[in-house]
């Protein structure tokens, strides 16, 4: 009998993208708000991947070490030179009219534009607790953090979602 450890250590780089596509996607692109960026290290996240020949131990290792990547990857390419010389003309606007190519279609609407306009700190402990379902703890050790600085900027993250939805969605 197999056990899932040995089903773990046995997975394709092909199986890994397609279970994980999506979070590495949308992680990717809550931290850069670029869809261009995101897309580029959608690939570079898994290409390291292949190039590692990582073997994990779980699924959870798996998705903890993709998403390790990925904050590594963007967290490099956010303070890159060349991105600190890029001086865009206009900044993005994340209201509804204007942005109709958003990547993450089903998650179009007004808490999703007003995260996204969240500083990087805060978008991406809502994007590990909301989205990937995250404890703090395990927050805390994804991003090298405290478990009390990332209670505190869920906190912080949640009450300027509530100054700036003004108090329509009370469960954020």
């Known amino acids: 009998m197999i056990t899932q450890d040995a089903k773990m250590a046995d997975i394709s780089i092909e199986s890994i993208m397609q279970q994980y596509s999506d979070m590495v996607y949308r992680l990717a692109y809550a931290r850069t708000r670029n869809k261009a960026d995101a897309e580029d290290l959608f690939q570079e996240v898994f290409l390291k991947c292949h ?10 290792h798996c998705k903890a070490w993709l998403i390790r990547v990925t904050v590594n990857l963007s967290k490099n390419l956010l303070t890159s030179a060349w991105k600190k010389k890029i001086v865009l003309k206009d900044e993005p606007s994340w209201n509804s009219e204007n942005y109709s190519t958003s990547p993450l279609e089903n998650d179009k609407g007004e808490v999703f534009y007003e995260v996204m306009k969240l500083p990087e700190k805060y978008r991406i402990v809502i994007h590990l607790y909301y989205y990937e379902d995250y404890s703090v703890s395990e927050i805390a050790n994804i991003l090298n953090r405290k478990d009390s600085t990332v209670k505190t900027q869920l906190f912080r993250a949640r009450e300027l979602l509530k100054q700036n939805l003004k108090g329509e969605y009370d469960y954020v």
């Open 51 to 60: 190039k590692a020949n990582q073997k994990f131990s779980s699924e959870e």
